[in-house]
């Protein structure tokens, strides 16, 4: 894996249990505060969502380079249809929140905890980083959802890199 996260002993495959045409499991993300659920089947109801996923919050390459190229492509991503743009990282609502202050995301990419892992595990994309970071956590993907259907989905191949998953690859897909 991606050298981010600490040696390669981590449990990757680079299949996942959901593909295109699946619904999106409905589970409940959390943003800025444990008491604020976000159900995903009302998030995405009749609605172009683009959703993205990283191992860790505040970690280099999610910091550097994928929440960056998100928010650097927002603009272009409106103008192809997408009405809200999600990332979700198994981690709390307090450090996604702040993990978003600090990149300044404003009102741009809704920053959505995935405390239990709940839907990281229905979508078969575990990381098992407990050796790096402590806990199972999520690969990295990033999906195009159209009503709740998976319209496209890009698991990076690694669990881990930052190849299919970046905003200019998803972009080339709308």
Known sequence: INAEYGNAEYGVSSMAKVKVGD???S????????????????????????????????????????????????????????????????????????WGEVNQVGNKIRMLADT????????GVELDATKGLGN???????????DGVIKAFNLEPDGGGLTCSLSNELLSLL
């Open 116 to 123: 239990t892992a709940e839907l990281t595990k229905a979508l």
């Open 27 to 98: 589970v409940t993300l959390y943003e800025n505060t444990p008491a604020n659920g976000v159900n995903l089947d009302e998030l995405l109801k009749g609605k172009k969502v683009v959703i993205f996923a990283v191992p860790g919050a505040f970690t280099p390459g999610c910091s550097r380079t994928h929440l960056p190229g998100y928010i650097r492509d927002y603009d272009l991503l409106k103008k192809k249809g997408v009405d809200e743009i999600v990332c979700v990282s198994v981690n709390d609502p307090f450090v996604m929140h702040a």
């Open 136 to 146: 199972i956590r999520s690969k990295r993907y990033s999906m195009i959802v159209e």
């Open 23 to 25: 619904r999106v499991p």
